[in-house]
């Protein structure tokens, strides 16, 4: 399968930091999403990224494939920010099944 | 449109009792995903379905782990007999066959096994 490494592990904000999330894998994809988890579980979709950047408010993504890397910024931190945030990667060959990484764990302090 | 649902939101039982979740897809999604995710970890697949038919089993524990996705729409997971270490969110996700399309996460059922 393939690996993927998420960094930092913890991250720990005021509220209105801003903040970068890492995100490599271990081979080439074709399929890269960003997930927030909020405290009751929920998976909410962030960015489907696979190469490029998007933006959505206050949050925006890079990927760059060739170089096997994510980034996952996000300005002026709120309170609702807080939660897990996953990166997850796949592959054609894999008909979209995606492997995640540990995620890290963002809590935002008022 | 609407999302992915899943059924029971929280589920309790005794190790070596039997369970089932359920889950229905966003509809006209082909692919249909069952994963589980440990405390502290991200999900991991457990079994792949497209249309009615299994893609990818390979890390379903099939000893006591099973699915099935009849007519191609909704998908049960059942556990029998139910071990301590299956504790654990079980999440379901669709995908539309087409390429370059994300995958799309019911809220998951969280099972914990005493």
């Given at each position: 399968g393939i690996q993927v490494e998420q960094s930092p592990p913890d991250l720990i904000l005021q509220e209105g930091a801003n903040s970068t999330l890492r995100c490599n894998f271990s081979d080439s994809v074709n399929n890269l999403q960003w997930f927030h988890q909020n405290p009751w579980g929920q998976l909410i979709n962030l960015f489907y990224i696979p190469s490029g950047t998007k933006q959505n408010g206050r949050l925006s993504a890079t990927t760059v494939a060739t170089e096997r890397y994510s980034l996952l910024y996000i300005s002026s931190?709120?309170?609702?920010?807080?939660g897990v945030y996953f990166c997850a990667v796949g592959r054609g060959s894999t008909l979209g099944r995606l492997y995640f990484g540990r995620g890290t764990q963002l809590t935002v302090w008022p | 449109e609407a999302g992915v649902a899943q059924s029971p939101r929280y589920k309790i039982i005794e190790k070596r009792q039997s369970v089932a979740f359920w889950c229905n897809p966003i509809s006209g999604h082909a692919t249909l995903y069952w994963y589980q995710q440990i405390l502290g970890q991200g999900p991991k697949l457990l079994i792949q379905f497209q249309n009615n038919g299994?893609?990818?089993?390979?890390?379903?524990?099939k000893d006591r782990f099973s699915a099935e996705r009849l007519k191609g729409v909704d998908s049960t997971l059942k556990i029998q007999p139910a071990k301590l270490e299956d504790s654990a969110v079980y999440l379901c996700a669709s995908r539309d066959?087409?390429?370059n399309q994300p995958q799309h996460f019911g809220d998951g059922t969280r099972l914990s096994i005493l």
């Open positions: 931190s709120q309170t609702t920010d807080s | 299994v893609v990818d089993d390979s890390q379903l524990p066959a087409r390429s």
